[in-house]
């Protein structure tokens, strides 16, 4: 079985794709596993200045695995929890990552794809890619990421697309401040050697302060983004054993309407 992420090193870079791509990238715990570690390791690892997050093949992320969703929709309440817990510290971790971090969007992301995007300092998209946080759909709530999201693209612009689940394209992600920027697939890789010759002109420890005072004036620290993510992680676990959460997930895995779109 190959490695759930590959990482690679160019200069004082780190590069982290996430390596499912016959899934799209999708996470499962495997996954979220193997790229916290990753994060940690690179963390405490001096002679790197920057990370770049992207995907392998065409997919940046399509949210949750499959499988995954089927072995969590038949867990407990407690398993739901300890699951959302483990993608809520993974988030948490590169939210804080003491080096500025990149997501080069190589493609479309959903779901906790569009929360690892939201948790980077710089993002760039590739033009054509769409986007969308379509739990509501599942009878559930992008609750794990939502701290992230929302701090992203404003809670205005959060209530809209949680409560809609509509896709939305990489020009609208700009507009909202999930990206950054849009490019070419052809200008991708030049626009992000762009951001990262601006990042190589900082000092490596102002930058980490800064990126911690954009946050905190902001009112998230890690001490309080842990308390939410505590909270969270119990909101989706009670959400994924109830009977519309269960509706919803059965629904989606075995391919047919939920009940709250039949006549």
Request: glycine letters at 8%; aromatic letters at 6%; charged letters at 20%.
């Amino acid at each position: 079985m190959a490695d759930a992420i590959l990482l690679a090193r160019r200069d004082t870079t780190a590069i982290l794709t996430l390596n499912r791509p016959q899934v799209h990238n999708a996470f499962d715990d495997g996954l979220i596993a193997e790229t916290t570690a990753a994060l940690e390791s690179l963390a405490n690892d001096a002679g790197i200045r920057a990370l770049v997050l992207t995907g392998a093949g065409a997919t940046f992320s399509a949210g949750a695995d499959l499988n995954w969703m089927r072995r969590m929709a038949q867990a407990s309440a407690e398993e739901n929890r300890d699951d959302a817990l483990r993608l809520a510290k993974l988030l948490r971790v590169l939210q804080f990552f003491p080096k500025p971090t990149l997501a080069r969007v190589n493609g479309s992301a959903y779901g906790g794809g569009v929360g690892l995007i939201a948790c980077c300092d710089i993002a760039i998209g590739v033009e054509g890619a769409k986007f969308a946080l379509s739990e509501v759909k599942l009878g559930l709530v992008p609750a794990t990421i939502a701290p992230y999201v929302v701090q992203a693209i404003g809670p205005r612009h959060a209530r809209r697309l949680f409560v809609s689940a509509e896709i939305f394209d990489a020009a609208e992600a700009a507009r909202i401040g999930l990206l950054h920027r849009c490019a070419t697939i052809e200008q991708l890789d030049e626009a992000m050697d762009r951001q990262l010759h601006f990042l190589a002109k900082g000092g490596p420890l102002a930058q980490y302060e800064a990126k911690l005072l954009a946050l905190r004036t902001a009112g998230m620290t890690a001490e309080s983004a842990e308390r939410v993510d505590t909270a969270n992680a119990g909101l989706i676990a009670r959400l994924r054993v109830s009977p519309e959460g269960q509706q919803g997930l059965s629904a989606f895995l075995e391919k047919h309407a939920p009940p709250w779109l039949k006549e």
